[in-house]
């Protein structure tokens, strides 16, 4: 079982930047990635990155977030820069997918707020 501890969430303005890490406790060679789940929302795919470095983004993010991994630290990042107020969410960080495609591994999550 992988432990996922997320970091870097916070309060900024719209058009501000964050950038989220989360820790993973061993070393991981499967799929990652970033979900979201706003407040009376169901949880939402944010970005994705595997192994080889291939990425996928939700297209409400795309073009303002990147998603990036050090494997040797066992570390995953999301930049977040031109932030909105609909960008406002529980952030978490997942690892390993399942044999139905879900994600098998799952952080605690990090706030993020964006306000006007």
């Known amino acids: 079982q992988v432990q996922l501890v997320e970091s870097g969430g916070g309060s900024v303005q719209a058009g501000g930047s964050l950038k989220l890490s989360c820790a993973a406790s061993?070393?991981?060679?499967?799929?990652m990635g970033w979900y979201r789940q706003a407040p009376g929302k169901e949880r939402e795919l944010v970005s994705t990155?595997?192994?080889?470095?291939?990425?996928v983004y939700a297209n409400t993010v795309k073009g303002r977030f990147t998603i990036s991994r050090d494997r040797g630290k066992r570390m995953l990042f999301l930049q977040m820069d031109n932030l909105k107020t609909e960008d406002t969410a529980v952030y978490y960080c997942?690892?390993?997918?399942?044999?139905?495609?879900?994600?098998?591994?799952w952080g605690q999550g990090t706030q993020v707020t964006v306000s006007t």
């Open positions: 990155i595997t192994n080889a470095g291939t990425t």
């Open positions: 997942a690892a390993c997918r399942t044999g139905d495609s879900t994600f098998r591994n």
């Open positions: 061993i070393y991981i060679i499967c799929e």
